[in-house]
């Protein structure tokens, strides 16, 4: 059985950082891409960054690009996300997912791209 399940979530204040982490089991994930997607109320869930199979390619949506940064150890199956300089803008309940289709390189940007999903984290940045 496949599971997602992030942490590291909470409240900080503008400026500051968090770390969250998604642990995946039930299945060999090295292979393949994972992403981070993220929710604010009355808001459609969007696209924050994709990572490739191996760690060495990828990809930020625009609003984040700069000031997160996406990593993953295979050997832990566990994939993070790094979060500096937030903003209030960046409230949300941050989701993990993983592709599990060939090409673990593609970095895909749309949810539907992806087939398991953690139950999210809630990021809460004050101003």
């Known amino acids: 059985q496949v599971q997602l399940v992030e942490s590291g979530g909470g409240l900080v204040q503008a400026g500051g950082s968090l770390r969250l982490s998604c642990a995946a089991s039930?299945?060999?994930?090295?292979?393949?891409?994972m992403g981070w997607f993220r929710q604010a109320p009355a808001k459609e869930r969007e696209f924050v960054a994709a990572?490739?199979?191996?760690?060495?390619?990828?990809y930020y949506a625009a609003s984040v690009k700069g000031r997160f940064t996406v990593s993953r150890d295979n050997a832990k199956n566990t994939v993070y996300l790094q979060m500096n300089s937030l903003k209030p803008e960046d409230t949300a309940v941050y989701y993990c997912?993983?592709?599990?289709?060939?090409?673990?390189?593609?970095?895909?940007?749309?949810?539907?791209?992806?087939?398991?999903w953690g139950q999210g984290t809630q990021v809460t940045v004050s101003s």
């Open positions: 039930g299945r060999t994930f090295s292979r393949y891409g």
């Open positions: 990572v490739s199979w191996s760690g060495g390619s990828t």
């Open positions: 997912a993983v592709r599990f289709r060939p090409y673990g390189g593609y970095l895909a940007d749309t949810s539907d791209e992806y087939e398991y």
